[in-house]
């Protein structure tokens, strides 16, 4: 397999720190299978591995079978692939699949974590005995979103936190931002979300060059009643904008997610 220096045409694999040895890594269960049966590859075959916490290497692989890989490291790697802004999209619970969207394109786009949540005027019903399964499903998601897309670590995925746990972690975060549907008319007169980061950067908040923790929130098909609004600007969220039109609740964050990367530097902004 030819080698691209940046490692575009490589496939990516994510594995534990504990699988990583000094000069060899072992691939196990699902990756194994899809190396051997499914991508067919063979010894001598070259492939990137990352724990996704400090190392990330070009390795060949040596011996196959379909429940385990051995693989010797050829080259450790820079892992330079993560945004400056470590953005966590906290979504209001959406009905259907729509939480799996927003987990797989955010993670192509950079998100650091996801945080779903219960609020007011939620569609879905929510079912806490289906919750472990349901991330499980969302942490597979995440790994092969994050695989596909070259990244460097696996963005976390929260359990799914009440309206009152979202408020109190807020404060965790150097910037919180809330996309709210009524800009302009909301209880503080809501501004765009550029205006938000620019108003963040003139008080400080925001410093050009250094890494930060924002935290985006976005309400589910309902949008957020005007109590919820209030009790998070309380909480020291901003309300902001994303234009004039009503977005969808899986395309809300993404959108908000898309212009946080470009005002970070990450797409060619600031």
């Known amino acids: 397999m030819t080698f691209n220096v940046q490692g575009f045409n490589m496939q990516r ?26 991508m067919r590859m063979k010894s001598g075959d070259e492939v990137i591995v990352t724990d996704g916490v400090s190392r990330e290497a070009r390795v060949a692989l040596k011996e196959l079978t379909p429940s ?10 820079p892992m330079d692939r993560e945004p400056l802004w470590q953005v966590t999209v906290a979504q209001g ?4 699949d729509k939480m799996e969207l927003v987990i797989q394109k955010g ?14 005027r939620m569609v879905v019903q929510y079912d806490a005995r289906k919750e472990a399964k349901r991330l499980e499903r969302w942490s597979r998601i995440v790994k092969e979103a994050a695989e596909q897309s070259h990244r460097s670590r696996l963005p976390a995925v929260h359990e799914v936190h009440s309206w009152k746990q979202l408020i109190a972690a807020v404060a965790d975060y150097d910037l919180a931002l809330f996309c709210y549907e009524a800009e302009g008319h909301g209880p503080s007169g809501a501004s765009g979300l550029g205006d938000r980061i620019r108003q963040a950067r003139e008080s400080g908040v925001l410093k050009e060059g250094e890494p930060h923790s924002v935290l985006l929130v976005v309400g589910p098909e ?23 039109r009503i977005l969808r609740a899986e395309t809300a964050g993404l959108a908000g997610l898309a212009a ?4 970070s530097g990450e797409m060619g902004g600031r």
């Open 260 to 263: 946080l990367m470009y005002e």
């Open 68 to 77: 385990e890989v051995t693989a010797e490291v050829v080259e450790e790697l």
């Open 93 to 96: 619970l959406p009905k259907g």
């Open 13 to 38: 694999y994510f594995v534990t720190p504990e699988q990583f040895g000094e000069l060899t890594v072992v691939l196990r269960g699902e990756d194994a299978h899809h190396m051997v049966k499914v």
């Open 222 to 244: 309902g949008g957020f009643s005007a109590r919820e609004a209030e009790e998070i600007q309380g909480a020291g969220a901003m309300a902001a904008g994303l234009g004039r």
């Open 107 to 120: 993670t192509e786009l950079g998100a650091a974590a996801f945080l779903p949540f219960q609020s007011e």
